[in-house]
T-cell receptor, first 114, second 112 residues
Framework: DGGITQSPKYLFRKEGQNVTLSCEQNLNHDAMYWYRQDPGQGLRLIYYSQIVNDFQKGDIAEGYSVSREKKESFPLTVTSAQKNPTAFYLC?????????????FGPGTRLTVT | QKEVEQNSGPLSVPEGAIASLNCTYSDRGSQSFFWYRQYSGKSPELIMSIYSNGDKEDGRFTAQLNKASQYVSLLIRDSQPSDSATYLCAVSGLRGGNKLTFGTGTQLKVEL
């Protein structure tokens, strides 16, 4: 089955710790995205990558970092510099050709920092 | 003014009725439009995409686009309790490229 996996589903961390969220896709999509969703708010773009070894900041990149060493993988690190890290984190991917704008989401990781 | 605007709801409709969800966007240069369904605690699921003016039908869902009015809507016919969810409108091309800008979503409740 093709799809996007995110792990873990729930993650708990102490304030001041960095944490890395996993995102893997086997859809052969070139582009991958990270979003954050807070209650009552829409999805906000953190980082995106159009191709391996290249990525760009989204609207709220401060306190986050990413890497794109493989086409299938786009991990997100939430650093201690992120002021309000508790949120629902969603990874998505899309093709670069054809229906390039259709993004498909993974199941998400719910991060709680105390 | 928000870039993509939706009424937060909740929108309540009786089972079997037509649910009408609306979305407006700020940039006339927007190119592609999407509706996602998100159940509570779950991730968004793409249910409709529309790229040109007019209607696009898929089963019980119809997306309507009017670029002149900067308006996109989603109609759900024969609404079922399983349609109860938050519906997110997303628009691409607002700032170029294939990035999506999302509205905050409309909560739909289908009542028995």
């Amino acid at each position: 089955d093709g799809g996007i996996t995110q792990s873990p589903k729930y993650l708990f961390r102490k304030e001041g710790q960095n944490v890395t969220l996993s995102c893997e896709q086997n859809l052969n999509h070139d582009a991958m995205y990270w979003y954050r969703q807070d209650p009552g708010q829409g999805l906000r773009l953190i980082y995106y990558s159009q191709i391996v070894n290249d990525f760009q900041k989204g609207d709220i990149a401060e306190g986050y970092s990413v890497s794109r060493e493989k086409k299938e993988s786009f991990p997100l690190t939430v650093t201690s510099a992120q002021k309000n890290p508790t949120a629902f984190y969603l990874c998505a991917s899309s093709d670069r050709e054809g229906k390039a704008y259709e993004q498909y989401f993974g199941p998400g990781t719910r991060l709680t920092v105390t | 003014q928000k870039e993509v605007e939706q009424n937060s709801g909740p929108l309540s409709v009786p089972e079997g009725a037509i649910a009408s969800l609306n979305c407006t966007y700020s940039d006339r240069g927007s190119q592609s439009f999407f509706w996602y369904r998100q159940y509570s605690g779950k991730s968004p699921e793409l249910i409709m995409s529309i790229y040109s003016n007019g209607d696009k039908e898929d089963g019980r869902f119809t997306a309507q686009l009017n670029k002149a009015s900067q308006y996109v809507s989603l109609l759900i016919r024969d609404s079922q309790p399983s349609d109860s969810a938050t519906y997110l409108c997303a628009v691409s091309g607002l700032r170029g490229g294939n990035k999506l800008t999302f509205g905050t979503g409309t909560q739909l409740k289908v009542e028995l």
